[in-house]
């Protein structure tokens, strides 16, 4: 991702601003939801930090080379392990590297990753790092819920909360990354709610166009009669005997942009699917509001409560069939 598309984010603009003016703070704490571009903004940060260029980030000068190719020795970068949890000797250790005087730069960084995954031992391990930091040394925490942090962490901190791109963003960037996604691009920029990494997941997974053009056809199915959900579960299961987590969560995500794109038909609003605008009007004018909000509360409550201990295909059958009531009820046919 290039710095010009991130610098519409106000959060961004304040950390690159705080370089600029000289007034960089020594500790900040980087909010907002998973692949809102905290972990880019931290870099861009990081690089504006030690460039040696006018315009900083320069990206020619040798600092900006060498965050470019990720060797800068001033900056150190630390996140969740693969079980998910932030051991506290490694942030200990991070910590007390702070306290080593830089090798090139003015400043030194230590950026922490999935900051709400510290236990309170490693947050605390972190806590006079936080609190009193040496001269040169820069603290940034990253993470995705803010209150999990110790208060006298979240109190110690410049709070910035990152902000969602508005969809125009979106839509160039996936158009300029990603030339395939020309016809689509207006659709991943609703589907992402303005989150740049779930649109690079989107623009970059092969198979999910696939399941979505099936499956928008399959649900278009509901209007008609009862056997239209054997396929529709045929595809949520993709196969497979086992539930797989991933496929369940991006059908779900499909079939409540399938409900709210009908919904939005009914009201006049814009479509997510805009390409299957047809195909989705025509389903929706046979169904009634009712019907079609109680579907979809029914897809979302069933979304929440799915576990990998679950007969997953009988519970998605079982959904389904429930759904198909809900918009063939009594009353909900329009
Ligand atoms: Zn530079």
New binding site residues.
Partial sequence: MTGSFIEGQRALERLLSDVRNKTVSHAYILSGPRGIGKKTAARVFA?ALH???EN??????S??VLHRAGTHPDVTFVGPEENGNLNSDTVRAAADELFLRPVMAEKKLLIIDGADRMNNAAQNSLLKTFEEPPEYGVVMLLTEDLSSLLPTIRSRGVKLELEPFPREKIKTYAEREYPAMRGKSDFVAAYSGGNIGRAKEICEDEDFFALRGELLTALCGLGGGKGCIFPIADIFTGGRRKYDAAHASACFDLMLSFFGDALAAKTGGSLANADYDEQIRAFSSSVTVRGLTAAAERAAVTMAELNASMNYTLWITDMLIKCWGDIHGNGNRS
């Fill in positions: 690089k460039c040696t260029g900083k980030p320069c990206g020619r000068c600092a900006c």
